[in-house]
């Protein structure tokens, strides 16, 4: 498909932008959507992405006239197995290889820039760059894909500081740094421990996590997210004062609607059922769970009687769903329940009109799909500081959807709190299921209002150029 670029807005010669996120799937890909809202405007984006994986993404690129693929050679790294190139190839025990195998790109990177002379790179982890970038006269951009709140939560630099310590860091990790805009979003004892715990963890040439972002953060001429300032604008402006530099938003982003249509198999079964009756629970293509929160996960939906479809990996130790359904449960949920693995076309089911309801592990791109569908939202976070964030953000802030309750220590929840939050959602007599239904649906028009996108990627753009100047 090629899409001819609206050059009306444009008032300034057009951008020459790299693009150089992190190897995996969910980085490149986004990069990938924010290239094409770019190209749009007229700006020609080199994007670099690891040799094999560019078939893979071909079919996204909707200006290839503009945006042109630079593939790069993935150096082999002690410990990955042979060829592979992102962390989607690799575990996810392995994925800092990946990041340490990105490092070892730097001398080709450097020529490749040299070569292109872009005016200026997005990156996100590969904290070298800004410092390689200076030295070319090139300015360098942090894109991060994590959401202004979660970075502003975790990752200032003076909290980063407090918490070299991990006991002390859980204690300070409970509640939100000083001067954070917003006081709902706090997290619980067990999800600040894990958070904590990950304080020591490498990622990539024996450099710490939170030690690129915060070098990304510190040394770039300037960070940016994906978001609008009607919801993100706060945590932009705290994280301007803190890291004292331009915080650039580039608009919700959204893919271009897909053209493909709903699986037969799944048309034909959701039409079974009655318009906004069926629950879609669907918890991300990473996320096992334990075999005993799987099982309490799938009791919940069978205790609310309602229709469902819920697409899960097996849990932890399982080799199919199948064999880890609870005792009886496929026969008492026969004919009204589906338990699935694998992949599902999210977007087109959630757009079904039978779905009513969502219940989702809160990664951005699934939230970003529930915002945009009439779904009533259940939020079921996975233990991940932006997912437990966009969790708190939307049930305590923009008060859309309703969060399942866990245990404030062990973090475990069960089939009566799974039930409970779809319940208080479906339920057209509760006055919270009223009021998130309200909320979702002011926001959702807010994120489809033409204007919105297409203004914030104009100014976007505009603020990019007075970079340079
Ligand atoms: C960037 O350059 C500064 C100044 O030379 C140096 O102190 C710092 O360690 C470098 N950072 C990275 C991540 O390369
Ligand atoms: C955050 C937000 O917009 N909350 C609103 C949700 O809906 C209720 C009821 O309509 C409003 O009072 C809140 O302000």
């Known amino acids: 498909m090629q899409i001819v670029p609206d050059k009306t807005s444009m008032d300034s010669p057009p951008l020459h932008i790299a693009m150089f996120p992190l190897f995996a799937m969910g980085h490149l890909t986004p990069f990938l959507h924010l290239s094409n809202k770019l190209a749009n405007r ?59 195998a990105m490092d070892h790109t730097e001398k080709d990177i450097e020529l490749l820039l040299t070569q292109l002379n872009p005016q200026i790179v997005f990156f996100d982890f590969t904290h070298w760059l800004p410092n390689l970038t200076r030295r070319l006269g090139i300015k360098s951009f942090q894109y991060s894909i994590i959401n202004p709140a979660t970075v502003s939560y975790v990752r200032s630099p003076a909290r980063l500081r407090q918490c070299s310590d991990i006991a002390e860091a859980e204690l300070h990790l409970m509640q939100p740094p000083p001067g954070y805009p917003v006081s709902s979003i706090k997290l619980h004892a067990h999800e600040a421990k894990f958070l904590a715990s990950k304080i020591t963890w490498e990622f990539g040439s024996g450099v710490l996590f939170y ?205 009566e709190s799974v039930c409970e939050a779809v319940k208080i959602v479906m339920d057209d007599e509760s006055e919270v299921g009223r009021e998130v239904r309200e909320n979702h649906s002011k926001v959702k028009n807010l994120l489809l209002s033409y204007n919105l996108e297409s203004d914030s990627i104009d100014c976007f753009c505009k603020k990019l150029q007075d970079l340079l100047k």
């Open 211 to 415: 030690d690129r972002l915060n070098n990304g953060l510190t040394l770039a001429d300037a960070i940016g997210f994906k978001g609008c300032r009607e919801i993100e604008g706060p945590f932009v402006d705290y994280l301007g004062e803190q890291f004292g530099k331009p915080v650039l938003l580039s608009g919700p982003v959204i893919p271009e609607p897909s053209n493909t249509v709903l699986e037969k198999k799944w048309a034909e079964w959701l039409g079974g059922f009655k318009h906004g009756s069926v629950v879609f629970c669907a918890l991300g293509s990473e996320w096992r769970l334990p075999q005993d929160q799987f099982q309490e996960l799938l009791l919940g939906l069978e205790l609310t009687d309602l229709p469902f479809l819920a697409v899960l990996k097996p849990p932890v130790g399982c080799e199919t769903v199948e064999i880890a359904l609870p005792e009886g449960f496929r026969e008492r949920v026969q004919g009204r329940g589906v338990v699935e693995s694998g992949w599902i076309q999210q977007q087109l089911i959630l757009q079904h009109p039978s779905v009513g309801c969502f219940v989702t592990h809160c990664g951005a791109g699934s939230l970003t799909e529930a915002l945009m569908s009439k779904c009533q939202i259940v939020l079921l976070p996975q233990l991940d500081a932006d997912h437990i964030v966009n969790a708190r953000m939307m049930g305590g802030n923009l008060k859309v959807g309703v969060e399942v309750e866990k245990g404030e220590e062990d973090g475990l929840f069960k089939k």
């Open 42 to 100: 007229g700006h020609r984006i080199s994007f670099f992405i690891p040799k094999r994986t560019q078939s893979k993404l071909e079919q996204f690129n909707l200006y290839p006239n503009l945006i042109t693929f630079h593939p790069i050679n993935v150096p082999h790294v002690n410990g990955l197995p042979n060829g592979a190139e992102t962390t989607s190839d690799v575990s996810f025990s392995l994925a800092p290889l990946i990041m340490t």
